[in-house]
């Protein structure tokens, strides 16, 4: 059924997600207090885990079946907090076609000046606002429509479901969660980008090799490739970075752990 079997891994790592925020809230009031912020946190990478299988799988589609793919669409949209469709439509007919420009929502300049974790919250509250006002402008189809309702209606089932289970308990894990894992997702796309030369084919966002953050976050760090080739599959993009970008890229651009940059230039720069 898979169009790659490197997506053993995407089916495994979203399983986990979905077991972690299940877990966490039937669980919840059993975790001790000054461990919950932890818990939360893990909670946070696991949703931004999984917004990248999200990406990833609305780029080229995991199954080769569609009625397979729509099932992966409806439990990423429960996982992430946010529709499969909308995210899909917003990455590839507003990122992907204007990043190089203004016109991107998610554009770094968003971030204004300044340094440190500051900067990273003004863009997030500038992103964040400025996708929410113009998405309804985006001209998709009839049936990314029907999808998007189908896949409301699940996501309210979902949380309802939860709340009714256990109102505090759901509203503290989800809300956590999804905002969260939301708001990791906004400030990569950040660091990818900023103050690149995104008119550049090969110095149009930063690289990160590191090898297990690529093996946890599907090779998110190769974004440079991504870019150059959208219907590349994720578990390429290494070697053709590898065989045709790392010589040809700024060595400033390139890196080794998006998390250490990411505490190194937004936390503690």
């Not at 079997?5 to 790592?13: C, P």
């Not at 968003?110 to 863009?123: E, F, H, N, P, V």
Request: glycine letters at 4%.
């Amino acid at each position: 059924m898979l169009r790659n079997s490197a997506d053993i891994r995407s089916i495994g790592l979203l399983a986990v997600v979905l077991g972690l925020e299940i877990s966490v809230v039937v669980n919840f009031h059993q975790i001790p207090i000054l461990l919950l912020p932890l818990v939360l946190f893990i909670l946070m990478i696991a949703v931004f885990i999984a917004t990248l299988i999200n990406h990833n799988h609305r780029h080229l589609s995991v199954f080769h079946q569609e009625w397979a793919n729509k099932i992966l669409n409806y439990a990423l949209t429960v996982a992430t907090g946010a529709p499969s469709t909308r995210l899909h439509v917003i990455h590839m007919l507003n990122h992907h076609r204007c990043y190089r420009t203004t016109d991107d929502w998610s554009h770094y300049s968003l971030a204004g000046d300044g340094t440190g974790l500051r900067r990273t919250l003004t863009y997030y509250v500038n992103a964040a606002l400025r996708i929410a006002r113009n998405r309804s402008t985006l001209p998709i189809t009839a049936a990314d429509r029907r999808e998007l309702r189908m896949e409301y209606a699940i996501f309210f089932l979902w949380l309802l479901g939860w709340l009714v289970f256990d109102f505090f308990a759901a509203a503290v894990v989800f809300a956590s969660a999804y905002l969260g894992g939301q708001f990791i997702l906004l400030i990569a796309n950040l660091i990818n980008h900023d103050h690149c030369d995104l008119g550049s084919p090969f110095n149009l966002a930063r690289t990160f090799d590191s090898r297990w953050e690529n093996w946890l976050f599907l090779n998110h760090g190769f974004h440079v490739v991504h870019h150059r080739r959208t219907t590349l599959h994720w578990s390429k993009l290494r070697q053709v970075h590898d065989s045709h970008f790392r010589n040809k890229s700024d060595p400033n651009l390139q890196g080794h752990s998006f998390l250490a940059y990411f505490l190194r230039h937004y936390v503690l720069g």
